[in-house]
């Protein structure tokens, strides 16, 4: 199980951006994480893949373990090849000069052994659209096309856990469907933990088990993902009909509170 407890990261020393988040992911099981821009998501993700350095963050306070393994000092790269943990970034980042073949074998790099030719095979299979476009520079690709991709890279680093971070962004409707029943079937499978940011709440909590909602740097709601897609709160923030999201993202906070009185 992925497990966070009170997590502070803070930018630049200074910009203080998670409050104290808290949230368990178990293993093979899709956690959704929900939230508006800016709400902490992305960062979140940035703390547990080791890779807030790179932007200038660090954690500050709480503990991050996978398996009961800490992850707070582990490098990026020890992360994703001993923890075998792997953070896809949001954005659809793929190598656009290389060709679908090449960006596969990038992905594979950190873990490169026989099997890897194998490995490519096996996760086109998921993706049959990508198979006739093998030697097509990925630059050249349709959005739906490179979040396929995407998704085909992680799995190249062989993760027993997936961090997803909005693969539905900017997608059509009919590819965001696709593309999660993909994630669907990837953790039927191969028994994957992932955590998957959206802000698509919809689409995330249909094929997740348990959600949690962050604002402002906070989780403010978590539930089964049942309970959050009949939650009146998340109907009105995410669901559409939302004509005021200040005065639902309080309300969920007052939610929140009220569970903890009763609990
Ligand atoms: N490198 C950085 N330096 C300073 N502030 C940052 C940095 N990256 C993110 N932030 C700030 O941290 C907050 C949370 O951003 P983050 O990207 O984690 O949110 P998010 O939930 O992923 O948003 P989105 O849905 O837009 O991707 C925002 O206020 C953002 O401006
Ligand atoms: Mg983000």
Known sequence: ???????????????????????????????????GNGSGKSTLMRAISGIL?????????????????????MKAVDITKKMRLTYLMEGRPVFEYLNMTENLKAAASCRWDAEVPRDIES?????????????????????????MLCVGMALMTNPKFMLLDEPSLGLA???????????????????IGILLSEQNAMVALKIAQHGYVMDNGRVV??????????????????????EDKEKNYSEAKRYKRRKRWLG
Do not use: C, W
């Open 123 to 147: 996760v086109l299979e998921y993706f049959p659209p990508l198979k006739d476009r093998l030697k097509m520079q990925a630059g050249y690709l349709s959005g739906g096309e490179q979040q």
């Open 53 to 73: 350095p790179i932007y200038e963050g660090e954690i500050q306070e709480g503990e991050i373990t996978l398996n009961d393994v800490r992850l707070n000092k």
């Open 1 to 35: 199980m992925l497990r966070i407890e009170n997590l502070t990261v803070v930018y630049f020393g200074v910009i203080s951006v998670l409050h104290g988040v808290s949230l368990n992911a178990e293993s093979e099981a899709i956690t959704a994480l929900l939230g």
């Open 221 to 242: 709601m978590d539930d089964t993902a049942q309970e959050l897609l009949n939650n009146a709160d998340i109907q009105e923030a995410y669901l559409g009909g939302s």
């Open 173 to 191: 409707p009919m590819m965001v469907e696709e593309i999660f029943r993909i994630i669907r079937r990837i953790k039927d499978e191969r028994n």
